[in-house]
C-alpha cells in the first residue's frame, strides 16, 4: 500500500457506530478496527476521536424518571463510555494493539498550559505504539463550555498533535451540490479556500445522537485545512474507506478540504480553538478590520480599538468584532484594559495583540 499518510486523526461520529435503535454497531466497530490495525502495522500513528458514548448509553438503562437533559447526557455518558471503551479495547486485542481511553472536557484548552499537557499525553500514547481514543467527557462537561460536538474536538486533536490529515467518518459520502437525497446533487470532491458556501449544500440538521451537523463539519474542515492540514469526510459505512483513503493507488467518493500551503504556529493553533474563554471583545474601526483581513500579516495596534466590552488582564483571550458586530478573530493580549487608553496616545504604540498571537477567521 503507498500509503499517503503517516499520522493521522480520524474522527467517527455517532451515526457510523450505532444502529437505528441507539445500540452499539458492533460489526461496525469491528470493521474500524480491523482497517486501523491493516495501518498500524504499516506504522502509521493514529488518534481515534470516537463517538458512541451517549448512544451507547441509552442502549444500556432507561432512566426510572424524567430527568433534565443535562442529567439525562450525564447518565448515559457515563454507561455508555465503559462498553464503548471495552468494545474498542476487545476488537484491538485481537489484533495484539493497545488502546488507551482519553477523556477530555473544552476547559482542558482553556490555557495554554493545559494544552501543552495534553499534547504530551498524546504523544507519549502515540510513541509507545498505543492507539489513543479521545472523547468529550460529557459526564462533567458543563453546557456552555462543551465542545460543539466531536468534530470541533478531533480538529483541535489533529492541529494539536500535528497530524498529516484529518479524516472525519459520518454516514454521507461528504459534501454536496445540493440535497444529498436529491438525484440530481453530486458530490464535491475538493473544497479550496476560495469556494464560497453558497456553491454548496450543507445541511444544518443533527444527527440523531449527536450534537453536530454537516455545517459544523464545514466549519471546521474549514479551520483545520487553513492550518495546513487535509481534511477528508467520507462515509464510514462504505467497505474498507479508511484504507481506501489512505492508499495513494485508490479513488472513492468523499469530500476533500484542499490544505492551505503555509506553516501556523503551535500558539495560533490553540488559540484558534479556545474562543470560548475570551475575556473581552474588541470593536475595531473600519481602517484595522480591513488591514486584520487583508493578505497583509499585521498586529492590533490600540489605536484601532473604538469600544471595548468587559476588562481584560495581560495573557488574556480576546475577540475581535467590527463595528458591524462581525466577527474578525482572537488574540492574546499584550498588556490589560487598564493601560489601553494611555497606549493610544503613545506616539510609538506597542500592539495589543501581536500577530505572533492573532488567529483570525480567515485562517491567516
Given at each position: 500500500m ?7 486523526t480520524?474522527?467517527?461520529g ?14 461496525r466497530?469491528?470493521h ?9 502495522r504499516?506504522g502509521v500513528e ?15 438503562l432507561?432512566?426510572?424518571?424524567k430527568?433534565?437533559?443535562?442529567s ?11 462498553k464503548l ?14 488502546c488507551?481511553?482519553?477523556l ?5 484548552f482553556s ?11 498524546i ?16 459526564t462533567i462537561s ?9 468534530d ?10 500535528n ?18 437525497a436529491?438525484?440530481?446533487s ?9 469556494l ?5 449544500h450543507?445541511?444544518?440538521q443533527?444527527?440523531g445522537?449527536?450534537?453536530g451537523g ?20 467520507a ?9 481506501d483513503i489512505?492508499d495513494?493507488?485508490?479513488?472513492v467518493p ?12 503551535g500558539?495560533?493553533?490553540?488559540i484558534a480553538?479556545s474562543g470560548s ?9 473600519e481602517?484595522a ?15 484601532g ?6 476588562e481584560?488582564k495581560t ?6 468584532t467590527?463595528?458591524?458586530?462581525h466577527?474578525?478573530?482572537i488574540g ?8 489601553l ?5 503613545a506616539?510609538?504604540?506597542k500592539p495589543?495583540i ?6 483570525l477567521?480567515?485562517?491567516?
Amino acid at each position: 500500500m503507498d500509503l499517503r499518510y503517516r499520522r493521522i486523526t480520524v474522527k467517527v461520529g455517532s451515526n457510523v457506530l450505532t444502529k437505528p435503535d441507539g445500540m452499539l454497531n458492533t460489526a461496525r466497530i469491528a470493521h474500524l478496527v480491523d482497517q486501523l490495525a491493516v495501518l498500524h502495522r504499516e506504522g502509521v500513528e493514529i488518534i481515534l476521536v470516537s463517538s458512541g458514548a451517549v448512544a451507547s448509553g441509552k442502549s444500556v438503562l432507561m432512566p426510572s424518571k424524567k430527568y433534565d437533559s443535562v442529567s439525562s447526557r450525564q447518565l448515559w455518558a457515563a454507561l455508555g463510555q465503559v462498553k464503548l471503551i471495552n468494545r474498542y479495547s476487545d476488537f484491538f486485542r485481537e489484533h495484539s494493539m493497545i488502546c488507551a481511553q482519553v477523556l477530555t472536557t473544552k476547559e482542558n484548552f482553556s490555557s495554554r498550559a493545559h494544552y501543552l499537557n495534553m499534547k504530551n499525553c498524546i504523544g507519549t500514547l502515540l510513541e509507545n505504539r498505543v492507539i489513543p481514543i479521545v472523547n468529550e467527557n460529557d459526564t462533567i462537561s458543563i453546557t456552555e463550555l462543551m465542545f460543539t460536538d466531536n468534530d470541533e474536538l478531533s480538529g483541535l486533536m489533529a492541529t494539536m498533535a500535528n497530524s498529516e490529515a484529518l479524516i472525519i467518518l459520518s454516514n454521507v459520502d461528504g459534501v454536496y451540490t445540493g440535497d444529498p437525497a436529491d438525484p440530481e446533487s453530486t458530490i464535491v470532491t475538493e473544497i479550496r479556500s476560495d469556494l464560497d458556501d453558497e456553491e454548496i449544500h450543507v445541511s444544518g440538521q443533527m444527527s440523531g445522537f449527536g450534537r453536530g451537523g454537516m455545517m459544523t463539519k464545514l466549519r471546521i474542515a474549514r479551520k483545520v485545512a487553513s492550518s495546513g492540514i487535509p481534511v477528508h469526510v467520507a462515509n464510514g459505512g462504505r467497505e474498507n474507506i479508511l484504507l481506501d483513503i489512505m492508499d495513494r493507488g485508490k479513488t472513492v467518493p468523499h469530500t476533500l478540504f484542499v490544505p492551505e500551503q503555509r506553516p501556523v504556529s503551535g500558539v495560533k493553533n490553540w488559540i484558534a480553538y479556545s474562543g470560548s474563554f475570551a475575556k473581552a471583545v474588541l470593536v475595531v474601526n473600519e481602517g484595522a478590520a480591513r488591514a486584520l483581513q487583508s493578505d497583509k500579516a499585521v498586529s492590533l495596534l490600540p489605536v484601532g480599538v473604538v469600544k471595548t466590552y468587559g476588562e481584560f488582564k495581560t495573557g488574556d483571550l480576546l475577540k475581535i468584532t467590527d463595528e458591524n458586530n462581525h466577527y474578525i478573530g482572537i488574540g492574546k493580549a499584550q498588556f490589560g484594559s487598564d493601560k489601553l487608553e494611555r497606549e493610544k496616545l503613545a506616539d510609538r504604540q506597542k500592539p495589543l495583540i501581536h500577530y505572533d498571537y492573532l488567529y483570525l477567521e480567515n485562517g491567516k
